[in-house]
């Protein structure tokens, strides 16, 4: 195919929520810079133009070589010479996260964004993105098989340890992969992300007011006083984790966060990330709603229990004058109180607004009964059935 000398189309294709925000913060600055080196993306004209689509490519399709068809025919139809897709799917090749799958000679690929990890994410992808961009171009001026040589192994060095990997489909032609260990760590702290654990903690106002009224009711209670006076720091932090941990299985319990393993082990892999991302998620949202109820906590024992009415209590118990970790020992056993009442405050709250809240959108499609929130190789499907 002869090099294009007019302007070149790029659309990215991105799920709903964090992809297609992420894809038009590339549009809009990074990408554009990135792709200025390339040849026929120049900031000079003819340039390249980027287009950005919000589809749910994935709906509907469990397997890499389906998706990479959806886009291919999304490419056609908008008349673009490249398309990416960018995905909040986790997809494993065996143990190996997969980062991107290429199609050269449909000049197509999609990006598993949790791959890229929780932080400098924009950066990640603005790399990962571009160099797709430029591979694919090259693809399409120069054939296949030259940009397969050229042009894989600059982009499988791109974070690192990246791997190129060969898929037993025809229709996927690079497949880039990260290394088990980092890699898996990786795209655990991606899902992790995708789910908005700072969302979750917004949603539980029901669990919030619980742990208020509950440590309104410990505070003024003398039997509090003397618990925490005599309780020793440890005893107190292991209550606290123990609350924690217990408030944390409760939520997944009571609102049905925990996914069960299907008999293909390709699926149960991914099903093990998300039990993993969906704990933690959960976890850092409980462990935000105990920091901000023992700042509550804390700033209402130090302003309403006074030094005189606290030195009345302490050297009738324990026959010395009160120390300012008083305070503070009262504090910590009402927050602990406090978060075992929030679980309370939980049971109020809807599945709907806890899932709406905790996870991204493809998870809470599937946890609606749509369409599957996993892709997975169909080569390891393969392999488990035989």
Same mark, same amino acid.
């Given at each position: 195919?002869?090099?294009?000398?007019? =302007?070149?189309? /790029?659309?990215?294709?991105?799920?709903? #929520?964090?992809?297609?925000?992420?894809?038009?913060?590339?549009?809009?600055?990074?990408?554009?810079?990135?792709?200025? +080196?390339?040849?026929?993306?120049?900031? &000079?004209?003819?340039?390249?133009?980027? =287009?950005?689509?919000?589809?749910?490519?994935?709906?509907?399709? %469990?397997? !890499?070589?389906?998706?990479?068809?959806?886009?291919?025919?999304?490419?056609?139809?908008?008349?673009?010479?490249?398309?990416?897709?960018?995905?909040?799917?986790?997809?494993?090749?065996?143990?190996?996260?997969?980062?991107?799958?290429?199609?050269?000679?449909?000049?197509?690929?999609?990006? %598993?964004?949790?791959?890229?990890?929780?932080?400098?994410?924009?950066?990640?992808? $603005?790399?990962?993105?571009?160099?797709?961009?430029?591979?694919?171009?090259? +693809?399409?001026?120069?054939?296949?098989?030259?940009?397969?040589? #050229?042009?894989?192994?600059? /982009?499988?060095?791109?974070?690192?340890?990246?791997?190129?990997?060969?898929? *037993?489909?025809?229709?996927?032609? =690079?497949?880039?992969?990260?290394?088990?260990?980092?890699?898996?760590?990786?795209?655990?702290?991606? !899902?992790?992300?995708?789910?908005?654990?700072?969302?979750?903690?917004?949603? !539980?106002?029901?669990?919030?007011?619980?742990?208020?009224?509950?440590?309104?009711? !410990?505070?003024?209670?003398?039997?509090?006083?003397?618990?925490?006076?005599?309780?020793?720091?440890?005893?107190?932090?292991?209550?606290?984790?123990?609350?924690? $941990?217990?408030?944390?299985?409760?939520?997944?319990?009571?609102?049905?966060?925990?996914?069960?393993?299907? *008999?293909?082990?390709?699926?149960?892999?991914?099903?093990?990330?998300?039990?993993?991302?969906?704990?933690?998620?959960?976890?850092?949202?409980?462990?935000?709603?105990?920091?901000?109820?023992? +700042?509550? #906590?804390?700033?209402?024992?130090?302003?309403? /229990?006074?030094?005189?009415?606290?030195? @009345?209590?302490?050297?009738?118990?324990?026959?010395?004058?009160?120390?300012?970790? &008083?305070? /503070?020992?009262?504090? %910590?056993?009402?927050?602990?109180?406090?978060?075992?009442?929030?679980?309370?405050?939980?049971?109020?709250?809807?599945?709907?607004?806890?899932? @709406?809240?905790?996870?991204?959108?493809?998870?809470?499609?599937?946890?609606?009964? @749509?369409?599957?929130?996993?892709?997975? #190789?169909?080569?390891?499907?393969?392999? &488990?059935?035989?």
């Amino acid at each position: 195919m002869a090099p294009r000398t007019d =302007q070149p189309e /790029i659309g990215l294709l991105a799920d709903p #929520d964090l992809p297609v925000e992420v894809a038009h913060a590339l549009a809009d600055s990074s990408l554009p810079r990135a792709l200025a +080196a390339h040849r026929s993306c120049a900031e &000079d004209d003819p340039g390249c133009r980027l =287009q950005v689509r919000q589809s749910a490519i994935a709906a509907g399709r %469990s397997h !890499m070589p389906g998706v990479l068809d959806a886009v291919a025919d999304h490419r056609e139809r908008e008349g673009w010479d490249v398309a990416v897709y960018l995905t909040e799917v986790p997809v494993l090749h065996g143990h190996e996260p997969v980062i991107a799958d290429v199609g050269l000679d449909r000049r197509v690929a999609a990006v %598993s964004l949790p791959a890229l990890g929780a932080w400098r994410l924009r950066t990640r992808a $603005v790399r990962v993105v571009a160099h797709l961009v430029v591979g694919l171009l090259e +693809a399409d001026g120069d054939g296949p098989e030259t940009a397969t040589d #050229d042009s894989s192994p600059r /982009i499988a060095t791109l974070l690192g340890s990246t791997r190129r990997r060969e898929p *037993r489909d025809s229709r996927i032609d =690079q497949r880039l992969t990260g290394p088990v260990v980092s890699g898996r760590l990786r795209l655990l702290a991606g !899902m992790i992300r995708t789910n908005h654990p700072g969302r979750l903690v917004a949603g !539980m106002a029901a669990a919030f007011a619980a742990t208020v009224a509950a440590s309104a009711f !410990m505070i003024f209670n003398s039997s509090t006083w003397y618990i925490a006076l005599t309780a020793g720091p440890w005893r107190l932090v292991g209550a606290a984790v123990a609350s924690a $941990v217990l408030m944390t299985a409760w939520i997944v319990v009571r609102h049905g966060l925990w996914e069960r393993r299907r *008999r293909a082990q390709a699926e149960a892999r991914v099903i093990r990330l998300y039990n993993l991302a969906t704990l933690a998620t959960i976890g850092q949202a409980v462990v935000a709603l105990v920091v901000v109820t023992f +700042a509550v #906590d804390l700033g209402a024992v130090l302003f309403l /229990i006074s030094p005189g009415a606290l030195a @009345n209590t302490v050297t009738a118990t324990l026959h010395r004058t009160p120390v300012v970790t &008083d305070w /503070i020992r009262i504090a %910590s056993l009402a927050t602990v109180a406090a978060t075992l009442a929030g679980a309370v405050g939980i049971v109020l709250q809807r599945d709907e607004d806890i899932r @709406n809240a905790a996870y991204g959108y493809r998870q809470r499609e599937h946890l609606r009964g @749509n369409p599957p929130a996993r892709i997975t #190789d169909r080569s390891d499907d393969e392999s &488990d059935a035989a």
